[in-house]
T-cell receptor, first 111, second 113 residues
Framework: DAGVIQSPRHEVTEMGQEVTLRCKPISGHNSLFWYRQTMMRGLELLIYFNNNVPIDDSGMPEDRFSAKMPNASFSTLKIQPSEPRDSAVYFCASSVADTQYFGPGTRLTVL | GESVGLHLPTLSVQEGDNSIINCAYS??????FIWYKQESGKGPQFIID?????DKRQGQRVTVLLNKTVKHLSLQIAATQPGDSAVYFCADRRREYGNKLVFGAGTILRVKS
């Protein structure tokens, strides 16, 4: 069975550029979560969706970050404009009940 | 140079020994708890979970113990193997916050052969 799929796996961009991270949740899962992991702050929840509707975006750092879930099988996390402090590993996770299953992550480097 | 960031506790065990990784949580309203394993360059991998109406749950080579009185969670790994080397995270969920998990900082497990 395919797990959570994220793309790209690695992204290197320059400050000021727009970055779009993509996630395909596990088929049948109705909740989707975006996390950010850094050495300084550990694993932080940015936003989560239930049935494609954003439920809690209190973890989104600022207006430069936005997330969408146009359908049950796809979500994007966009950073515009990107800054060096956005460099981190971004994880997507999905769940149908309590257990969240994580994707492999996207390692973002903003120069 | 000086390293900056979270200083994760490290547990070093000999191959074949049992490992116990501990975690404290703060909110007595937490109703669900989960352990993840994260290997270098990979996403967190689900290991085992437990609800607040239980105090023990066993899986394959792993056991989770929950002590609600002192708000403490532990993960026991039997016969630790080199492949168990990773960072282990506990997380808890507070029902009033919906499906959000709050993660601990993590513990590094190193297995010596």
């Amino acid at each position: 069975d395919a797990g959570v799929i994220q793309s790209p796996r690695h992204e290197v961009t320059e400050m000021g550029q727009e970055v779009t991270l993509r996630c395909k949740p596990i088929s049948g899962h109705n909740s989707l979560f975006w996390y950010r992991q850094t050495m300084m702050r550990g694993l932080e929840l940015l936003i989560y969706f239930n049935n494609n509707v954003p439920i809690d975006d209190s973890g989104m750092p600022e207006d430069r970050f936005s997330a969408k879930m146009p359908n049950a099988s796809f979500s994007t996390l966009k950073i515009q404009p990107s800054e060096p402090r956005d460099s981190a590993v971004y994880f997507c996770a999905s769940s149908v009940a309590d257990t969240q299953y994580f994707g492999p992550g996207t390692r973002l480097t903003v120069l | 140079g000086e390293s900056v960031g979270l200083h994760l506790p490290t547990l070093s065990v000999q191959e074949g020994d049992n490992s116990i990784i501990n975690c404290a949580y703060s909110n007595s309203a937490s109703d669900y708890f989960i352990w993840y394993k994260q290997e270098s360059g990979k996403g967190p991998q689900f290991i085992i979970d437990i609800r607040s109406n239980m105090d023990k749950r066993q899986g394959q080579r792993v056991t989770v113990l929950l002590n609600k009185t002192v708000k403490h969670l532990s993960l026991q790994i039997a016969a630790t193997q080199p492949g168990d080397s990773a960072v282990y995270f506990c997380a808890d969920r507070r029902r009033e916050y919906g499906n959000k998990l709050v993660f601990g900082a993590g513990t590094i497990l190193r297995v010596k052969s």
